[in-house]
């Protein structure tokens, strides 16, 4: 039987054979690559990454680049070719496990493991290469001996895509022996990444086995380690132990008396799921503690525990909680009031709240009864629909989204389409969001108007509510036009409204993409700042940048030129050109993140074209700066800063800055706050 080779073999063959090639003219002397200077060099693989290597020639550049004698240049192309995610590549890496320097061998460790990803996205991997792949880390940290390197190996070895629960086993049983004969809290830190991203990851397949329980659980507790490295070994044991259900009494106590805040935020998650031999009554009593912690990432966790319990005693806590010294405790404690409708006194306190409208046209003022009048519609829906109309009319936009928000609880169709024709596309959106489930169909005619709308926002909202619509005749034309306004803008970042539109024309089998050249929008014309080049790159070798959030204050960024050249190098051209001045922070997830950047003040509008990912080896900590996307390589300039360790978000965000000062002033950070400039502060 003739074998059909898939596209991608295909296209390696075509890759490795132009190489030969390569080599063959590099030997001649027609080919000049290697007269080159590093930096060139290193500009030209760059340059070949943020295209993502689409033709052999931009491979064979970063291959030649990963053989450089140049250590900067070979680090930067190892990297790159992680980057690319294509499991073929793994052999070009795995050689710089051996290199004499070892940021290099760190480098090349993370690269497999990124290499390895794209066996999700394409076809699931033999077990033998996963086991190849697996057996040659595993290999190298039995002979390594630089703490970091283990450490990253360990990571790679916790997150490779395994296909078996006997490969799950195996590299399980690597870390723990790992961890046997650690000689440093650095390779602490490694055995408890490689262990925190393997549970979560694998869990589905295999759960811990006993040792590795074991070794979690004594990772957990306090030492005598480094305080702030220490403190990130035990958080990620416990997060690894509350996603096996594996938290013991003694972890838990030990946790809930940790000096490290966070520790003792993840107690308070632990508590709420009662795992292990932790009794009622001992969650019950770290729970209690927790409402009173110093700390208000901890008090709010204990807030949430306790109401994911579904405990008796929520609402008593949520109702002085509502009272809380820190706004986000405040609001969460609001919002959880909604579920005591039976408690005349949360029902008391909300109204109270929902009528005190003194402060709500400041900035900063509003927030406190749009949580409440969401809240009171949930709790006491008469109270709640005789409160409504006070909100519907509100000059502040906010207000009246949070209002159709709570129309939607109360069924209030006529409050949903006087806010569906509203002049703001984020109430818009919340308004048709609404109507969807309040009355169906039965609103196509609002959706139908909502297409033609600029924000993409309220265009994927119309496009969903009018799937499988029983009135064809009069959604596919408009639908068609949407689809051909939107194809014609060229924006990458209106690929959720196309989406929604093609599966919106689907569900009547008139599917847009099934047309010749419709298959997407064309991409946005990038503008010649946006690339990289030789100047931009040194000057901007060590930069800084300075945020001032209005009434609130600044904070300022290492930026990670080396690690995300294209991120930096964009947000730096938008900052300097005013971009984000004026935007805000649209979204404000306590204990999460907080996002901005948007000139829709929402998730779906940001710049016009995408950049690419650029995920390394920093790590999710809190302060770490990311990027927002929604898919792979589908940044849009929107930018998250993490407000605690989100280690589910390594190696799948990237990141390209840290908080150096004013964390303090991100915990402040309010939905809508204002990004009154972004200053960017060249190295001197």
Same mark, same amino acid.
């Given at each position: 039987?003739?074998?059909?080779?898939?596209?991608?073999?295909?296209?390696?063959?075509?890759?490795?054979?132009?190489?030969?090639?390569?080599?063959?003219?590099?030997?001649?002397?027609?080919?000049?690559?290697?007269?080159?200077?590093?930096?060139?060099?290193?500009?030209?693989?760059?340059?070949?990454?943020?295209?993502?290597?689409?033709?052999?020639?931009?491979?064979?550049?970063?291959?030649?680049?990963?053989?450089?004698?140049?250590?900067?240049?070979?680090?930067?192309?190892?990297?790159?070719?992680?980057?690319?995610?294509?499991?073929?590549?793994?052999?070009?890496?795995?050689?710089?496990?051996?290199?004499?320097?070892?940021?290099?061998?760190?480098?090349?460790?993370?690269?497999?493991?990124?290499?390895?990803?794209?066996?999700?996205?394409?076809?699931?991997?033999?077990?033998?290469?996963?086991?190849?792949?697996?057996?040659?880390?595993?290999?190298?940290?039995?002979?390594?001996?630089?703490?970091?390197?283990?450490?990253?190996?360990?990571?790679?070895?916790?997150?490779?895509?395994?296909?078996?629960?006997?490969?799950?086993?195996?590299?399980?049983?690597?870390?723990?022996?790992?961890?046997?004969?650690?000689?440093?809290?650095?390779?602490?830190?490694?055995?408890?990444?490689?262990?925190?991203?393997?549970?979560?990851?694998?869990?589905?397949?295999?759960?811990?086995?006993?040792?590795?329980?074991?070794?979690?659980?004594?990772?957990?507790?306090?030492?005598?380690?480094?305080?702030?490295?220490?403190?990130?070994?035990?958080?990620?044991?416990?997060?690894?132990?509350?996603?096996?259900?594996?938290?013991?009494?003694?972890?838990?106590?030990?946790?809930?008396?940790?000096?490290?805040?966070?520790?003792?935020?993840?107690?308070?998650?632990?508590?709420?799921?009662?795992?292990?031999?932790?009794?009622?009554?001992?969650? &019950? @009593?770290? %729970?209690?503690?927790?409402? =009173? $912690? /110093?700390?208000?990432? #901890?008090?709010?966790? !204990?807030?949430?525990? *306790? +109401?994911?319990?579904?405990?008796?005693?929520?609402?008593?806590?949520?109702?002085?909680?509502?009272?809380?010294?820190?706004?986000?405790?405040?609001?969460?404690?609001?919002?959880?009031?909604?579920?005591?409708?039976?408690?005349?006194?949360?029902?008391?306190?909300?109204?109270?709240?929902?009528?005190?409208?003194?402060?709500?046209?400041?900035?900063?003022?509003?927030?406190?009864?749009?949580?409440?009048?969401?809240?009171?519609?949930?709790?006491?829906?008469?109270?709640?629909?005789?409160?409504?109309?006070?909100?519907?009319?509100?000059?502040?936009?906010?207000?009246?989204?949070?209002?159709?928000?709570?129309?939607?609880?109360?069924?209030? &169709? @006529?409050? %949903?389409?006087?806010?569906? =024709? $509203? /002049?703001?596309?984020? #109430?818009?959106?919340? !308004?048709?969001?609404? *109507? +969807?489930?309040?009355?169906?169909?039965?609103?196509?005619?609002?959706?139908?108007?909502?297409?033609?709308?600029?924000?993409?926002?309220?265009?994927?909202?119309?496009?969903?509510?009018?799937?499988?619509?029983?009135?064809?005749?009069?959604?596919?034309?408009?639908?068609?036009?949407?689809?051909?306004?939107?194809?014609?803008?060229?924006?990458?970042?209106?690929?959720?409204?196309?989406?929604?539109?093609?599966?919106?024309?689907?569900?009547?089998?008139?599917?847009?993409?099934?047309?010749?050249?419709?298959?997407?929008?064309?991409?946005?014309?990038?503008?010649?700042?946006?690339?990289?080049?030789?100047?931009?790159?040194?000057?901007?070798?060590?930069?800084?940048?300075?945020?001032?959030?209005?009434?609130?204050?600044?904070?300022?960024?290492?930026?990670?030129?080396?690690?995300?050249?294209?991120?930096?190098?964009?947000?730096?051209?938008?900052?300097?050109?005013?971009?984000?001045?004026?935007?805000?922070?649209?979204?404000?997830?306590?204990?999460?993140?907080?996002?901005?950047?948007?000139?829709?003040?929402?998730?779906?509008?940001?710049?016009?074209?995408?950049?690419?990912?650029?995920?390394?080896?920093?790590?999710?900590?809190?302060?770490?700066?990311?990027?927002?996307?929604?898919?792979?390589?589908?940044?849009?300039?929107?930018?998250?800063?993490?407000?605690?360790?989100?280690?589910?978000?390594?190696?799948?965000?990237?990141?390209?800055?840290?908080?150096?000062?004013?964390?303090?002033?991100?915990?402040?950070?309010?939905?809508?706050?204002?990004?009154?400039?972004?200053?960017?502060?060249?190295?001197?």
């Amino acid at each position: 039987m003739r074998h059909e080779r898939s596209t991608a073999e295909v296209a390696e063959i075509a890759e490795r054979a132009f190489l030969c090639v390569l080599c063959g003219l590099c030997g001649s002397g027609v080919f000049v690559a290697r007269a080159q200077s590093p930096v060139t060099t290193r500009l030209a693989v760059l340059q070949a990454e943020d295209r993502r290597a689409p033709t052999p020639r931009d491979l064979a550049v970063i291959r030649s680049g990963a053989h450089s004698s140049d250590a900067q240049t070979m680090r930067v192309a190892i990297r790159a070719l992680g980057r690319l995610e294509r499991p073929s590549l793994i052999p070009d890496i795995t050689p710089a496990l051996r290199n004499a320097f070892p940021e290099i061998r760190s480098e090349a460790a993370n690269a497999i493991g990124q290499a390895a990803q794209g066996w999700k996205r394409d076809r699931p991997p033999s077990t033998s290469a996963v086991d190849a792949v697996m057996n040659t880390l595993a290999a190298r940290l039995k002979v390594e001996a630089d703490h970091d390197v283990r450490a990253a190996i360990c990571e790679t070895v916790g997150r490779l895509p395994y296909t078996t629960a006997a490969q799950v086993e195996a590299a399980e049983r690597t870390l723990v022996e790992m961890d046997a004969r650690s000689e440093s809290v650095t390779d602490r830190l490694g055995v408890a990444k490689g262990l925190e991203a393997l549970v979560r990851i694998q869990r589905k397949l295999r759960a811990p086995g006993g040792e590795a329980l074991t070794c979690l659980r004594r990772l957990a507790m306090p030492g005598a380690a480094d305080a702030s490295t220490g403190a990130r070994v035990r958080r990620l044991a416990l997060e690894a132990l509350i996603t096996a259900s594996a938290v013991d009494g003694e972890a838990l106590r030990a946790a809930s008396h940790d000096p490290d805040a966070q520790v003792r935020r993840l107690a308070m998650r632990a508590a709420a799921a009662g795992d292990g031999d932790v009794t009622p009554d001992e969650a &019950r @009593a770290v %729970l209690a503690a927790g409402r =009173g $912690d /110093d700390s208000s990432v #901890v008090r709010l966790e !204990a807030l949430r525990s *306790l +109401r994911a319990r579904g405990d008796a005693d929520a609402c008593a806590a949520a109702l002085p909680a509502a009272g809380d010294r820190d706004v986000h405790v405040a609001l969460l404690a609001l919002d959880q009031l909604g579920a005591c409708g039976q408690t005349p006194d949360a029902v008391d306190a909300l109204e109270r709240t929902v009528n005190d409208l003194s402060d709500a046209s400041s900035a900063r003022g509003w927030h406190r009864a749009a949580h409440a009048i969401l809240a009171l519609a949930a709790a006491d829906p008469v109270r709640g629909g005789r409160a409504l109309p006070q909100f519907t009319g509100s000059r502040i936009w906010q207000l009246r989204m949070y209002a159709a928000r709570a129309a939607a609880e109360l069924n209030d &169709r @006529a409050a %949903l389409e006087q806010l569906a =024709g $509203d /002049d703001d596309d984020n #109430v818009k959106e919340a !308004a048709v969001e609404g *109507l +969807r489930r309040v009355a169906g169909h039965d609103a196509d005619p609002v959706y139908l108007s909502g297409l033609a709308r600029n924000g993409y926002q309220i265009v994927r909202a119309a496009a969903a509510a009018l799937d499988g619509t029983p009135h064809p005749e009069l959604a596919v034309p408009a639908l068609n036009a949407a689809w051909q306004r939107l194809i014609a803008e060229g924006h990458d970042n209106s690929h959720d409204a196309r989406d929604a539109i093609a599966g919106a024309l689907a569900s009547l089998a008139a599917d847009p993409r099934r047309r010749p050249g419709s298959m997407r929008a064309s991409t946005a014309t990038r503008n010649a700042h946006d690339d990289l080049t030789a100047e931009d790159l040194r000057r901007l070798a060590s930069p800084r940048a300075r945020v001032t959030i209005r009434g609130v204050g600044a904070l300022e960024l290492a930026l990670f030129t080396t690690q995300a050249p294209a991120a930096v190098l964009r947000f730096a051209h938008l900052a300097e050109s005013g971009y984000y001045n004026g935007l805000t922070f649209h979204r404000v997830v306590p204990n999460f993140v907080i996002q901005g950047g948007s000139p829709g003040a929402n998730e779906y509008i940001g710049d016009a074209s995408f950049m690419r990912d650029e995920v390394g080896l920093w790590p999710h900590v809190r302060g770490a700066v990311g990027i927002s996307t929604r898919g792979h390589d589908t940044g849009d300039a929107q930018i998250f800063i993490d407000l605690v360790d989100n280690p589910r978000l390594d190696h799948e965000y990237t990141v390209f800055a840290q908080v150096l000062n004013g964390i303090e002033v991100v915990d402040q950070i309010l939905e809508g706050d204002l990004i009154e400039r972004v200053e960017i502060v060249p190295a001197p």
